[in-house]
């Protein structure tokens, strides 16, 4: 499994269509991929909101990312997270 930082920008449609159900609903969708979401922020700035999820793959991510688009017209810019502890050992390894 990989997290995953999905930051999502509301369109003036998708921000009047907010509703618990419809969280409900991303969290189901993004179950059907094999995936979790670890947690969820609305943010103020460049990103509405950010999801953090846990999914099998890269490619998982991909269909995640465009079907919560297409599902919710929220648009997502994914990106791969890695914790900065193997981010350590990556860099002392490969700069050995």
Known sequence: MAIFFMFGKYS???LKD?????????????ARFQ????????????SDLVLIVDLPSIEDAIKVSSSLTL???????TSPAI???DFDI???VGGA
């Open 90 to 92: 990556y860099v002392q």
């Open 71 to 77: 599902s919710t017209g929220i648009s997502f810019r």
């Open 35 to 46: 995936g979790t979401i670890k947690d969820k922020y609305v943010l103020l700035g460049d």
């Open 12 to 14: 003036q449609n998708a």
């Open 83 to 85: 914790p900065v502890n």
């Open 18 to 30: 907010a509703s618990p159900q419809r969280t409900r609903d991303v969290d189901l969708l993004v």
